[in-house]
């Protein structure tokens, strides 16, 4: 059993910017995490939503955003009370998106608003999946997650993996789970520094994202000549943080490897810019948008092979892949790939014309909100929805 994916061929370079508007809008309610707008807590979930709320009015869709501040995966009682007051208020047979992060671990708010409200739940990253849960808290979330997602009228993943991954775990009908992977804008090629040596990481600093294990690689590389930029939010886990601080001194990394913490617009676009490699250590990911962000800018990419990375490393229109994908959990792997990188100049210059190469296939935004409102359009109304 698949996911059933919202396919749609890659529109005209015009159609990225310029779209026939109709004439009347329909009405979409999308319920968000609150802080989807903050420049501290960057995530490639918050970008998604910003840009489907951007983009829907091109494809017939205005969108009321309602934000829904509080802890994740199980809001805090205020968050709660704000979250059922919101789906209370809408009219019937509504038409409401409702970010994973915000719906998935309350079905008893949820569920029971399923019967007049028509629902699709966007699922950025399955809540049990996680890094570092308890066993028990994840297989709770898992039930909670599933009563949510059975009751929507529609499911929303962001890669075929992730379909894929939330039709065997929970139990989906296939036709159900429509896959709108996230775009990428196009952006000016990354001159790099030298070629070689510049490393950028992109991604919040948690156990999720491996920071510690690239720490680890990089303290085997110390004889090359690299430096390495890990810029993302140091507020989700702070305990990690610390660790993989204590870590890079303890190797003597320190002034090589830096933690810079979040950065956005002009300020990440340099860091891009600066970029030579970049390199992600995850443990699990549903897509990867700073891998297509880096590639829309013609630079490499160095994986771990893990969810949604392939799909998003893809592959040049020629069949090249432009990157090298490593086991995930494996520093021994990643440091062999940053040898090979740093020691084989044909390597390089394959992998960048590769990246080149696929920077031209990449999809962009325009096209993942037309997925999401071809999703919208088809939802069934909830008096017609079988049992």
Not at 246 to 263: M, N, Q, V
Not at 265 to 284: C, F, T
Not at 293 to 315: I, S, Y
Request: include cysteine.
């Amino acid at each position: 059993m698949t996911a059933r994916r919202t396919r749609h061929p890659r529109p005209p370079a015009a159609e990225d910017t310029i779209r026939t508007v109709p004439m009347t809008l329909r009405t979409a309610h999308f319920v968000l995490p609150g802080g989807v707008d903050d420049p501290a807590a960057p995530s490639g979930g918050n970008v998604y939503d910003r840009r489907i709320c951007l983009d829907l009015p091109g494809f017939g869709w205005q969108v009321t955003r309602h934000p829904v501040p509080g802890g994740r995966p199980r809001p805090d009682r205020p968050a709660r009370d704000r979250l059922a007051r919101t789906l209370r208020d809408l009219p019937d047979d509504s038409v409401v998106l409702l970010d994973g992060l915000v719906a998935c671990g309350v079905p008893e708010i949820v569920v029971p608003e399923a019967g007049r409200l028509r629902l699709a739940v966007l699922v950025h990253l399955p809540l049990g999946d996680e890094t570092g849960l308890d066993p028990a808290v994840a297989a709770g979330l898992d039930i909670r997650e599933r009563a949510v997602l059975r009751a929507a009228g529609a499911v929303i993943a962001t890669s075929d993996w992730a379909g894929r991954r939330l039709v065997s775990h929970h139990g989906l009908a296939p036709d159900r789970v429509h896959v709108a992977a996230p775009g990428a804008d196009i952006a000016p090629l990354a001159p790099g520094t030298d070629g070689v040596s510049r490393l950028l990481c992109v991604a919040a600093v948690t156990p999720r994202k491996g920071q510690h294990r690239l720490v680890e690689a990089l303290a085997a590389v110390r004889d090359l000549p690299w430096t390495c930029e890990c810029v993302g939010g140091l507020g989700h886990d702070p305990a990690y943080v610390a660790r993989v601080e204590e870590s890079i001194a303890r190797h003597g990394l320190t002034g090589r490897l830096r933690l810079t913490g979040p950065r956005s617009g002009a300020a990440l676009d340099a860091s891009y810019a600066a970029a030579d490699l970049m390199v992600l250590a995850s443990r699990a990911e549903t897509y990867g948008m700073a891998v297509t962000e880096a590639l829309a800018r013609g630079v490499p990419v160095l994986a771990t092979d893990v969810g949604g990375l392939p799909e998003a490393v893809g592959r040049a229109p020629d069949g090249r892949v432009p990157g090298i994908l490593v086991p995930p959990e494996d520093p021994a792997a990643l440091a062999a790939a940053l040898r090979r990188w740093s020691g084989d100049a044909d390597v390089r210059r394959r992998l960048r014309a590769a990246a080149r190469g696929r920077r031209t296939a990449l999809t962009g935004w325009p096209a993942t909100a037309r997925a999401v409102a071809t999703v919208l359009h088809r939802l069934p109304h909830p008096r017609r929805r079988p049992a």
